[in-house]
């Protein structure tokens, strides 16, 4: 598998790898991961089954990978591929997202006939309007080479309806299988919520960088105040260069009594030097109310199903993935990204909801039952077996 993302570094396109490796070895397979290389991580290290080898890479920021941090590690890991591959004679190749992880496999289907699948993940795709901007440059640019690794892949599979029609913007005549991302349903178990608590727990988790719309969810914030019936918190899980800007929106709209900066917090204790009490993703998500994603682009968002998992109503952006996911005053709320006045009116609708607010989550709960891991990495099993079978 080629991933340039692994905890503890990334984002859901790491957990992807994480949890449909951490599958494939419980099912008795030999699982390799090539990945970014970051400051002490160590270089090699089975992980829950996968062997992680980590190549050099220049990536400075755990959460956030520039362009020319990509580059490296899609030269790191392309070299590395090809001269791992001669000793260990792969079967099949995994790559999470075609760029930056593409090349490797592209390589070795050329030289050493190798099949490979391409997970689309979300900014893999070129799309109108990107976040950030220069990205449309880059897509110009870079269109070329994710068409000839796409095309060159025994199967491209994306995570959701939306993001298949929008890979079809760039190659029309390419098939492209639908498998969504999953979710631990033992970790992201439901738990037991009050229809009308002392204060509403509203969470949000994710990168803080301008495409996940956390901007948007704080300007909402002062058009709610005297329209909810209810006390109400927003607090945001995750870090990134957009923190102070996000910090100095809340002040100068006067609403940092109600926003609440969480930083980084992991899915689980990555060693026994750990405190005891640290608090982990899965008990935000339990104490939580209701989940918000205020996105502007996504592929399949985990937060999501993670959030589903537990049991709680979602209020999300329209965007990939979503529709599959979220159903309006079924499990929760919509409205268009970026739009302001919308996320105002559905914090208002499920702050007030009290009991109809449980009724979502529940149907959140049902909802997500079909999204377990190990019914997701037996379908990426199945469809190996079949580009096997056919070769």
Not at 192 to 206: D, F, H, M, S
Not at 257 to 276: I, M, N, Q
Not at 374 to 390: C, H, P, Q, S
Request: proline content about 6%; some cysteine; hydrophobic content about 40%.
């Amino acid at each position: 598998m080629f991933n340039h993302e692994f905890p503890p570094i990334g984002g859901g396109g790491g957990q992807v790898s994480y949890f449909l490796g951490k599958h494939f070895a419980a099912a008795g397979h030999d699982v390799h991961l090539i990945t970014s290389q970051f400051r002490d991580c160590a270089k090699m290290e089975d992980v829950q089954g996968i062997h992680v080898h980590r190549v050099r890479a220049l990536r400075k920021n755990p959460n956030v990978c520039a362009v020319h941090e990509m580059l490296t590690y899609s030269v790191s890991s392309s070299i590395y591929g090809l001269r791992f591959a001669k000793k260990f004679k792969p079967d099949i190749v995994q790559v999470f997202f075609g760029i930056p992880a593409g090349g490797g496999a592209y390589l070795l289907q050329k030289f050493d006939n190798v099949p490979y699948v391409v997970f689309l993940g979300g900014r893999d795709v070129p799309r109108p309007n990107p976040d950030p901007p220069y990205y449309s440059w880059l897509y110009l640019l870079l269109k070329p080479i994710i068409r000839a690794i796409w095309d060159n892949a025994a199967s491209v599979v994306s995570c959701s309806d939306g993001l298949r029609d929008l890979a079809r913007e760039t190659d029309s005549n390419l098939q492209i299988d639908v498998i969504p991302d999953g979710v631990d349903l033992e970790t992201f178990a439901p738990t037991q919520r009050e229809a009308n608590p002392k204060t509403v727990r509203c969470l949000a988790i994710g990168r803080l960088i301008p495409r996940k719309g956390f901007q948007f969810l704080i300007q909402a914030l002062p058009q709610i105040l005297d329209k909810v019936q209810h006390n109400f918190e927003i607090e945001i899980v995750g870090d990134g260069p957009y923190r102070e800007e996000l910090t100095k929106l809340a002040e100068s709209l006067d609403v940092t009594s109600y926003v609440r900066f969480a930083g980084t917090v992991p899915y689980s204790k990555l060693s026994e030097k750990d405190r005891e009490d640290e608090v982990l993703l899965p008990q935000k998500y339990r104490e939580a109310d209701i989940f918000i994603l205020p996105s502007l682009a996504e592929g399949m968002p985990l937060v999501v199903l993670e959030a589903m998992g537990t049991g709680l109503p979602i209020i999300a952006s329209r965007v990939q993935g979503i529709d599959e996911l979220v159903a309006e005053d079924v499990n929760g709320a919509v409205f268009d990204a970026g739009d302001v006045d919308g996320l105002a009116n559905c914090l208002i609708q499920l702050i007030n909801a009290g009991e109809k607010r449980i009724e979502m989550g529940k149907a959140s709960t049902e909802k997500v039952k079909l999204y377990d891991w190990k019914n997701i990495a037996d379908t990426y099993l199945a469809l190996y077996e079949n580009i096997l079978t056919k070769d």
